[in-house]
């Protein structure tokens, strides 16, 4: 074997592991006396940290100098801007200013906008040529080290060469974040850019249409307000490219998204470079040629997508990435106190939250936040809290349930009540004709008993017949409630049919056709969105667009309490009245919810179907890559609503008692058996992450918080099954996440299991890994030294000794997998802590 050269790393660290000149120490070095002999090798590394620094950066501005694409043709120079053009300019800005306004369900962002930051993320190159552009990967990096900025940061220093990528999972505000961009936009916070297009990729890529580039970004784009010289306005973009922002909002809904990646056939090259205005494309040709900068050499690209699936396939055209941070604690504070405006019920809501931990941690999901909100404004505080996603979901079908019986009932009852008052005039009208007749027949001879007997009988039988009414008038209600939860039961699972549909697509678009009422249902409660597609030729200000200029101002002068009582009114409306218009589901986590009620209760779906559905199998297909989010959401609300109480699955399924439970029986024994039966050593890190949340699923199934004895069979299996050194390298950890490995590393100890956790790269924030490392079962963890750093320090400011000593003590690190420039950087800190024996110098 050849030996290693003078001066690398691996000859350094052979002579650090020498135990020569390392001291004894000593009792009174505090906490840090505990640090493992990790960082003896450090202390011996650090006179080589500086040079191996400029050798990291140096192959890796090398690496980028040979990644480095040939540059785009410049720009025109800026011209003048025509007073006609200014004046669309403004138009736009005041259009925009109104129309990103709403952010669904009667919100605005001037009332119900958080915030949020937005986070780098990085991309590291990997494979066996480490030069090549094409191979590269997302890094999770450490909480501390990520760079955070508001959205009004995300274009600093970029030359727009290639496209920026915002990343968020389903719900975290991606589309919110674009609105509010638009905003500022118009209140002229984002002055570099004079036009800015959002092409909405749901709407666009319905249609094989073809259309122009003029057309695509001054007619289809979301926001575009009326052109009255759209002439003028399009050599104006031509003519100053870099002045022009073009959003892709929800890249990854596109269909066949890795055709736009693919590099255009020179003769379409050639055609888009002619004239782009007068040729006619389709949208997926158009959006290819801008993507691949043929059109618009020099805009500026925005990307929004989930990081699976079409991030993937991006990776070797962006360079910069950024995903949302989603709610912080504080976030979700203001978030409330913006959704409830009452201090007391604020307080109370608040107070309510934080005893349920798990549903707390949720809240770092904006869309999940939001569902939370509904359920603890329209529950008593008596009423338990759900403690699982699932039962989240739940309860909030349940409150849409009850509040859509109650406002289509109220006119029913109200003619039921007509109809009943209607019944007893007639009844009380035939009673005193019988009783005046009578009076006239009989003599006048009768005795005065008889004449005062008469009345009191007559009342008596008046009573008896208005109560005989009044039950009949029950009964008859009562039918005809029942018979319309029947009816919503139906409708449901018409609903939970879609949801799987769209999700086996990956589409939250309905493209199967609906009947009106099952149309009307989901607008009225708030599964269904009515979204505008676009694809109207280009008018001048004065004219109507077929009334989409009137559907535009009307969400803009949408007032916060109308829209809660209306909006799905004007949804039906303009649903019925205009064909260019599309159905969404309009949150991804009911969607997703719905399809786990037709996965897991329905009788079309055999057992054999259902355990081909389920993530991941064992032996090799244990490794497959990893499935869509809304697939694991799917599954895992499946095998949640199996554990689920059946009395409360009720309005869920219109199947025979018996059927319906020997059905739940069957399928949560073939869960039970699947789950016990793999091979927890051959699952991926991911894979045992989605384990842990099936089985948290299964667990806690009751308002109280006790337990089904399944999940805690299931529970305690996985606890006792994991293997020793668990690893989530690499895996992303939100906090939901922590909470869940916490419960279950937790179980693991009552029977007697102890762990080597890994956690670096994983974005798990400072919070969450003390939440870990804290446990009394953790032997050793690795992490991001940044943020174990940044733990010390809090706990040492704290005051909590103990838990430092620990998170101290505990650490393991390995110098020689240091990647990144930035692991040299907090290798050089730990060893100054080393060294001092104290995180600081002071």
Same mark, same amino acid.
């Given at each position: 074997?050849?030996?290693?050269?003078?001066?690398?790393?691996?000859?350094?660290?052979?002579?650090?592991?020498?135990?020569?000149?390392?001291?004894?120490?000593?009792?009174?070095?505090?906490?840090?006396?505990?640090?493992?002999?990790?960082?003896?090798?450090? #202390?011996?590394?650090?006179?080589?940290?500086?040079?191996?620094?400029?050798?990291?950066?140096?192959?890796?501005?090398?690496?980028?100098?040979?990644?480095?694409?040939?540059?785009?043709?410049?720009?025109? +120079?800026?011209?003048?801007?025509?007073?006609?053009?200014?004046?669309?300019?403004?138009?736009?800005?005041? #259009?925009?200013?109104?129309?990103?306004?709403?952010?669904?369900?009667?919100?605005?962002?001037?009332?119900?906008?958080?915030?949020?930051?937005?986070?780098?993320?990085?991309?590291?190159?990997?494979?066996?040529?480490?030069?090549?552009?094409?191979?590269?990967?997302?890094?999770?990096?450490?909480?501390?080290?990520?760079?955070?900025?508001?959205?009004?940061?995300?274009?600093?220093?970029?030359? @727009?060469?290639?496209?920026?990528?915002?990343?968020?999972?389903?719900?975290?505000?991606?589309?919110?974040?674009?609105?509010?961009?638009?905003?500022?936009?118009?209140?002229?916070?984002?002055? %570099?850019?004079?036009?800015?297009?959002?092409?909405? *990729?749901?709407?666009?890529?319905?249609?094989?249409?073809?259309?122009?580039?003029?057309?695509?970004?001054?007619?289809?784009?979301?926001?575009?307000?009326?052109?009255?010289?759209?002439?003028?306005?399009?050599?104006?973009?031509?003519?100053?490219?870099?002045?022009?922002?073009?959003?892709?909002? @929800?890249?990854?809904?596109?269909?066949?998204?890795?055709?736009?990646?693919?590099?255009?056939?020179?003769?379409?090259?050639?055609?888009?470079?002619?004239?782009?205005?007068?040729?006619?494309?389709?949208?997926?040709?158009?959006?290819?040629?801008?993507?691949?900068?043929?059109?618009?050499?020099?805009?500026?690209?925005?990307?929004?997508?989930?990081?699976?699936?079409?991030?993937?396939?991006?990776?070797?055209?962006?360079?910069?990435?950024?995903?949302?941070?989603?709610?912080?604690?504080?976030?979700?504070?203001?978030?409330?106190?913006?959704?409830?405006?009452?201090?007391?019920?604020?307080?109370?809501?608040?107070?309510?939250?934080?005893?349920?931990?798990?549903?707390?941690?949720?809240?770092?999901?904006?869309?999940?936040?939001?569902?939370?909100?509904?359920?603890?404004?329209?529950?008593?505080?008596?009423?338990?809290?759900?403690?699982?996603?699932?039962?989240?979901?739940?309860?909030?079908?349940?409150?849409?349930?009850?509040?859509?019986?109650?406002?289509?009932?109220?006119?029913?009852? +109200?003619?039921?009540?007509? *109809?009943? %008052?209607?019944?007893?005039?007639?009844?009380? %009208?035939?009673?005193?004709?019988?009783?005046?007749?009578?009076?006239?027949?009989?003599?006048?001879?009768?005795?005065?008993?008889?004449?005062?007997?008469?009345?009191?009988?007559?009342?008596?039988?008046?009573?008896?017949?208005?109560?005989?009414?009044?039950?009949?008038?029950?009964?008859?209600?009562?039918?005809?409630?029942?018979?319309?939860?029947?009816? %919503?039961?139906?409708?449901?699972?018409?609903?939970?049919?879609? +949801?799987?549909?769209?999700?086996?697509?990956?589409?939250?678009?309905? &493209?199967?056709?609906?009947?009106?009422?099952?149309?009307?249902?989901?607008?009225?409660?708030?599964?269904?969105?009515?979204?505008?597609?676009?694809?109207?030729?280009?008018?001048?200000?004065?004219?109507?667009? @077929?009334?989409?200029?009137?559907?535009?101002?009307?969400?803009?002068?949408?007032?916060?309490?109308?829209?809660?009582?209306?909006?799905?009114?004007?949804?039906?409306?303009?649903?019925?009245?205009?064909?260019?218009?599309?159905?969404?589901?309009?949150?991804?986590?009911?969607?997703?919810?719905?399809?786990?009620?037709?996965?897991?209760?329905?009788?079309?779906?055999?057992?054999?179907?259902?355990?081909?559905?389920?993530?991941?199998?064992?032996?090799?297909?244990?490794?497959?890559?990893?499935?869509?989010?809304?697939?694991?959401?799917?599954?895992?609300?499946?095998?949640?609503?199996?554990?689920?109480?059946?009395?409360?699955?009720?309005?869920?399924?219109?199947?025979?008692?018996?059927?319906?439970?020997?059905?739940?029986?069957?399928?949560?024994?073939?869960?039970?058996?699947?789950?016990?039966?793999?091979?927890?050593?051959?699952?991926?890190? +991911?894979?045992?992450?989605?384990?842990?949340?099936?089985?948290?699923? &299964?667990?806690?199934?009751?308002?109280?918080?006790?337990?089904?004895?399944?999940?805690?069979?299931?529970?305690?299996?996985?606890?006792?099954?994991?293997?020793?050194?668990?690893?989530? #390298? @690499?895996?992303?950890?939100?906090?939901?996440?922590?909470?869940?490995?916490?419960?279950?590393?937790?179980?693991?100890?009552?029977?007697?299991?102890?762990?080597?956790?890994?956690?670096?790269?994983?974005?798990?924030?400072?919070?969450?890994?003390?939440?870990?490392?804290?446990?009394?079962?953790?032997?050793?963890?690795?992490?991001?030294?940044?943020?174990?750093?940044?733990?010390?320090?809090?706990?040492?400011?704290?005051?909590?000794?103990?838990?430092?000593?620990?998170?101290?003590?505990?650490?393991?690190?390995?110098?020689?997998?240091?990647?990144?420039?930035?692991?040299?950087?907090?290798?050089?800190?730990?060893?100054?802590?080393?060294?001092?024996?104290?995180?600081?110098?002071?």
């Amino acid at each position: 074997m050849s030996s290693s050269p003078s001066g690398s790393l691996s000859e350094t660290a052979n002579k650090a592991m020498s135990p020569t000149g390392t001291s004894p120490l000593s009792p009174s070095d505090g906490p840090y006396q505990y640090l493992s002999h990790s960082f003896l090798l450090v #202390h011996k590394l650090s006179c080589r940290v500086n040079c191996h620094v400029t050798y990291i950066m140096t192959c890796y501005i090398s690496e980028l100098s040979l990644c480095k694409e040939p540059q785009l043709p410049q720009s025109p +120079a800026v011209l003048d801007i025509p007073q006609v053009v200014k004046d669309y300019i403004r138009e736009a800005r005041t #259009h925009m200013s109104q129309t990103c306004q709403d952010i669904g369900e009667g919100h605005s962002l001037t009332s119900h906008y958080v915030d949020m930051q937005v986070s780098q993320r990085e991309i590291h190159r990997s494979g066996k040529n480490t030069n090549k552009c094409a191979d590269k990967e997302l890094v999770f990096i450490g909480n501390t080290n990520r760079q955070k900025g508001s959205l009004g940061q995300i274009f600093e220093g970029s030359k @727009g060469d290639k496209p920026i990528l915002l990343l968020g999972n389903a719900g975290m505000g991606k589309t919110t974040l674009i609105r509010k961009l638009c905003f500022d936009w118009s209140r002229d916070s984002i002055p %570099q850019f004079d036009f800015v297009f959002v092409l909405d *990729s749901k709407a666009l890529t319905l249609t094989e249409s073809t259309y122009s580039l003029q057309t695509l970004l001054l007619n289809l784009s979301s926001f575009a307000p009326s052109c009255t010289d759209p002439d003028a306005v399009y050599a104006q973009i031509l003519a100053a490219p870099k002045r022009v922002l073009i959003i892709f909002d @929800g890249f990854d809904g596109l269909r066949d998204y890795e055709i736009l990646l693919q590099t255009q056939e020179k003769d379409l090259i050639t055609s888009f470079q002619k004239d782009s205005k007068a040729q006619n494309y389709t949208v997926k040709r158009l959006y290819s040629a801008i993507l691949q900068k043929v059109l618009l050499p020099g805009c500026t690209l925005l990307l929004s997508t989930r990081p699976r699936g079409a991030a993937s396939q991006l990776l070797r055209r962006v360079d910069s990435f950024l995903e949302v941070c989603g709610f912080t604690p504080t976030d979700v504070e203001t978030y409330m106190s913006q959704y409830f405006t009452d201090p007391a019920l604020r307080s109370s809501a608040l107070d309510r939250l934080k005893s349920c931990s798990y549903l707390h941690l949720l809240c770092w999901n904006p869309s999940l936040c939001r569902l939370v909100c509904l359920v603890l404004e329209q529950t008593k505080s008596l009423v338990a809290l759900p403690r699982t996603l699932t039962g989240l979901c739940h309860q909030v079908l349940r409150l849409k349930m009850e509040l859509d019986r109650n406002s289509t009932n109220s006119p029913a009852e +109200a003619q039921a009540q007509i *109809s009943l %008052q209607s019944v007893e005039e007639t009844q009380t %009208q035939i009673s005193s004709n019988t009783q005046r007749k009578r009076r006239y027949s009989k003599t006048q001879t009768k005795s005065r008993v008889q004449v005062r007997s008469r009345p009191q009988s007559t009342r008596r039988a008046k009573w008896q017949k208005k109560e005989e009414i009044e039950v009949d008038g029950e009964e008859m209600e009562s039918v005809e409630r029942e018979a319309d939860r029947t009816e %919503q039961t139906e409708l449901l699972i018409q609903l939970s049919s879609l +949801a799987w549909d769209g999700v086996k697509a990956s589409s939250s678009i309905l &493209t199967t056709v609906v009947s009106a009422k099952l149309k009307a249902f989901g607008l009225r409660t708030g599964f269904f969105l009515s979204h505008p597609l676009k694809t109207k030729p280009v008018v001048s200000s004065g004219e109507e667009e @077929g009334g989409e200029r009137e559907d535009k101002e009307e969400i803009g002068e949408q007032k916060k309490k109308e829209g809660r009582g209306k909006r799905w009114r004007t949804d039906i409306e303009n649903a019925d009245s205009s064909d260019d218009r599309i159905m969404l589901w309009a949150n991804p986590f009911l969607q997703s919810y719905l399809a786990g009620v037709h996965l897991a209760l329905s009788r079309t779906v055999s057992e054999r179907s259902f355990l081909q559905t389920l993530l991941f199998q064992s032996g090799q297909k244990g490794r497959r890559r990893p499935q869509r989010e809304e697939l694991e959401l799917t599954q895992r609300f499946a095998i949640g609503l199996l554990f689920h109480t059946r009395t409360e699955l009720q309005g869920l399924h219109l199947y025979p008692e018996t059927a319906f439970r020997d059905m739940v029986r069957s399928k949560q024994a073939l869960v039970t058996k699947h789950l016990e039966g793999l091979s927890h050593g051959d699952l991926s890190s +991911a894979q045992v992450l989605e384990a842990c949340h099936y089985v948290y699923e &299964t667990s806690f199934i009751h308002g109280n918080g006790s337990r089904d004895s399944g999940g805690t069979r299931l529970l305690t299996h996985l606890a006792s099954n994991l293997p020793e050194v668990l690893t989530f #390298h @690499g895996v992303s950890l939100n906090p939901p996440d922590v909470f869940i490995v916490q419960n279950v590393l937790s179980r693991g100890g009552t029977e007697g299991r102890s762990f080597c956790l890994d956690v670096e790269d994983s974005g798990i924030n400072v919070s969450g890994l003390q939440a870990l490392v804290g446990l009394s079962n953790i032997n050793t963890y690795r992490a991001c030294i940044a943020d174990v750093i940044t733990l010390w320090e809090q706990l040492e400011q704290s005051g909590e000794e103990g838990l430092l000593q620990g998170a101290v003590s505990k650490l393991k690190i390995d110098p020689l997998k240091a990647t990144q420039v930035c692991h040299i950087e907090h290798l050089a800190k730990l060893v100054n802590i080393h060294t001092h024996r104290r995180l600081s110098d002071r």
